[in-house]
């Protein structure tokens, strides 16, 4: 068996600009269009996966022509081109994979992506606005990524548009002669030839360190125009025509464990009363909605996620929060069952496209936790998906707080005989009986289900940049008031940093 | 039968500062919580409308608390509050309505909206930021905002909060008095007491200015706790048992015709010759190029339409467009049936979210005017429905036109016989067959419906802010040439103003 060929290699040969004979093109064009096309449509009729293309390289050798052939050759309406620039006010205020995460296409589509993770990475770094420890993070925050979303069936292709600097040189040229063409050379193509070696030495280390079998990396010779044509949509074909579902494993979970351990039954306490309740009240609410009025906290965003078992209190528990806020500067997320759209995304990105503006929080009434809790009790999911699910929900939260967005997690803790009478009250309230389904019955039966999954996910999820708070709710005046001061806690330990 | 009481009855009624005794805002709170729960669900269930519940007045007068208690007394999963402050960088880079399309709630929701466009309005007004000349266009701006959501379905409600001057002079006092209250008090807050006159007046003109038949005001006095509490519950009940699904007429249409005509069958052309095409391609995208590339494109924008019989060449001329703009800048939306969530929002909600930011230009292959077209052809929707729907667009097209955004709208005219060629080329190329499907044929046979249809829709949304350019197609190469050129020299025009 012949040695595959090294990146090296891969690069050399792109260098050596190898034309494709017209005649040999004009064939393999013929052949190439009508496989193209039927395998576009068996995949959008199998409804099953989305292709990602990601498409990057040197700037100035013709990326934008590849891609327009492409389009010209597949139904360009099942394929988005997404594009990213310099990130947008809005799109800096987040996360920096958010914008990556919205845009994603769903399932059965095709997304060609210009301007990727890859490239704000690389031009960040050369401009020397970056280290190399920085970089390293970058890469693993992609090798992430693409992990998660190859996990959940995203297919990921990456082509690398490359030539000799001496071919970019005078292609450059070329276009600059002609007034006809001259608009389309940017200021980056004319930097290329110059500082050919460094782009050349990051790319190919960008490059070795993201190479995946769930995400690999095609280097297109891009000098022959027809050359780059057919190889970009050969390339692209096979991955179409790729039919075999393999299951890649996520990334190994880099988040720390909190040390303060979470114990799921939290030890019941003594009921408040009336008095003493909205005396405390009062006054943790005056105190929180000081703190949100703040200029520190204008620089942050809080992501507030409620779980526990039905009755547990849930809704009560997040008015009294929100009763302290502007409701300008909030939102109450209610997770059920997704939608058809969200279906068609890899899971998490229903819950990136609420995340907090600075100055914002976000509420979510019930979260990304259903993944281990009911999509796992009830089997929704094979046990695969929900196993690797605690590593992207670390990975997911451990975003949010490197850029500065407060986690706080609350495990409303009822106990059983608790749930039983809340669920009878309810019953004989007219103005509640509404939030009693025959689902609550089914789901108390599983009781025991519920809680070994709710303890696993406070055993793998319980980290240090974003702990779980257990709260004891049988007494919902005595919860409502731990929930508060909790998070005033966190929050003033947070915006003194 | 008694006169209805006038606005300033109204006012003046709740400038009494009317209070609800204690003992029976309890009973008819019990009595409300019960039938608020119901009429909701009934709602749900019918899925038929949503509810927008505007929530404007005075500022300190306890309008938060007011909705904090309607979600204590709903189920508040299926309320949004949708709270608006100063525009983010991205909301103000678009029409003014565009974040109020953005966030209206789906069919059978509510949404509760805080910081409404009556508070842009009149906060812009008072600020003397605003002549009288644009506060009337304001209005006018609401009056055909709110008449299109009704016509489509969606039920609005307008409460305006109101007490005494001396009442909410003496509330800020009393919060402000007390440290655990003091942070609720906003700036504005402070500021009614002073300028109370001059916003009871502003106040009072907009309600009289905006009230309509779909789109009642409501004054809630607000001195009194439970009055208020009660009033409002008592009128958002009334609205979601509400049951007749009126039918209201969008408002005149207001555009100014297009003085130059625009006749459907366009006069097919000389052929252009291969070699000419190309250097008139060349020489025109090079020009587009350059135009979207100068500063004063960067500060509007570009949405185009292309509409015309299958077959008639839309993806194709788009392509040649596009090849002149850089990936990043632009973005195709092909149009088809709406999906589940487009159905069931207004009719116009999905194309409001694709208006592109300045400096990009959003190319629609079909359009908006699936309305007036397919939607009418095939009796999707009443006839009602069509018909109000030019008006609405015009309205769309010309807040575009307003905002800076440049409006193009294609149809490529194809005559029958040049379609039946395409239709049996497409059917010998194999990598054209996916683009001909039985509904091609189907569509061919009603070909004199469509040109009705096409035809009325010249006639109703040829307007001086957005003429329609009707292209004879039958000669692809001449087609594309002369779009470009037409492109290019209302780019210009544009840019020159």
Redesign the interface.
């Known amino acids: 068996m012949a040695a595959l060929p090294s990146l090296s290699d891969l690069f050399d040969y792109a260098e050596s600009n190898p034309v494709l004979p017209k005649q040999e093109a004009k064939l393999r064009e ?1 052949v190439l ?2 496989n ?2 039927q395998a576009q ?1 068996d995949r959008l009729n199998e409804g099953s996966r989305s292709l990602l293309i990601v498409v990057t390289g040197l700037d100035g050798v013709g990326k ?1 022509s590849a ?2 052939q492409l ?3 597949l ?3 099942h394929i988005r ?1 997404i ?3 310099a990130p ?3 799109q800096a205020a987040r996360p920096p994979m958010w914008r990556y995460w919205n845009a994603l296409p769903a399932k059965g589509k095709t997304g060609i992506v ?2 990727s993770w890859y490239e704000s990475l690389l031009r960040k770094y050369a401009s020397s606005k970056m280290g190399s420890a920085e970089l390293l993070h970058g890469v693993q925050e992609i090798q992430a990524f693409e992990a998660q979303l190859a996990a959940e069936g995203v297919q990921i292709l990456k082509l690398w548009f490359h030539m000799s600097r001496e071919a970019q040189g005078a292609r450059t040229q070329r276009l600059l002669g002609d ?6 050379v940017t200021e980056t193509d004319k930097q290329v030839e110059e500082h050919f070696d460094a782009i050349r030495e990051i790319g190919a280390a960008a490059i070795e360190a993201t190479q995946a079998p769930h995400a690999p990396w095609h280097i297109i010779p891009s000098a022959d125009d027809p050359l780059r044509a057919v190889e970009t949509a050969s390339i692209v074909l096979k991955a179409l025509q790729a039919r075999q579902r393999k299951r890649f494993a996520a990334p190994a979970d880099s988040s720390t464990p909190c040390k303060r351990p979470a114990r799921l039954d939290a030890e019941q306490v003594e009921p408040l009363s009336r008095k003493d309740y909205k005396k405390a009240m ?2 943790w ?2 105190r929180l ?2 703190l949100v ?1 703040t200029d520190a906290f204008r620089k942050r965003g809080l992501v507030l996620a409620f779980e526990g078992m039905d009755a547990a209190g849930k ?1 009560g528990a997040i ?1 009294r929060v ?2 302290a806020l ?4 909030y ?2 997320v ?1 997770i ?1 069952a997704p ?3 969200e279906r068609a995304h890899p899971y998490l990105w229903r819950f990136w496209r609420h995340t907090p ?1 600075p100055g914002n929080a976000t509420f979510f ?1 019930r979260s990304w936790y259903g993944r281990v809790l009911v999509e796992r009790v009830e089997k929704l999911i094979p046990a695969a998906a929900w196993n690797r699910a605690y590593g992207e929900i670390n990975d997911f939260e451990r975003q949010l707080h490197e850029h500065g967005v407060i986690v706080i997690k609350v495990w409303l803790s009822v106990s059983r005989d608790e749930q039983l009478r809340r669920f009878h009250q309810r019953e004989r309230d ?6 009693i389904t025959p689902d609550d019955w089914r789901n108390r039966k599983r009781w025991p289900l519920y809680e070994k999954a709710a303890s696993d996910m406070l055993r793998f999820t319980h980290t240090e940049h974003a702990p779980w708070l257990v709260l004891a709710a049988d007494d919902k005046r005595h919860a409502r008031v731990e929930l508060l001061q909790h998070i005033v806690g966190t929050l003033e330990k947070a915006l003194k940093d």
């Open positions: 013929a269009r009508q193209l096309i449509y934008g891609i327009n389009n010209e050759w139904d360009p309406r081109t594009a990213f620039g947008t006010p809005e210009f301007g007034k006809n063409t001259s608009w389309q009062t006054k609410q005056a909605g000081r009025r809704g008015r929100t009763q502007d409701a300008r500067s939102e109450v209610p059920s939608t058809d759209e503006l009434d007219p103005a509640k009986r509404y939030k």
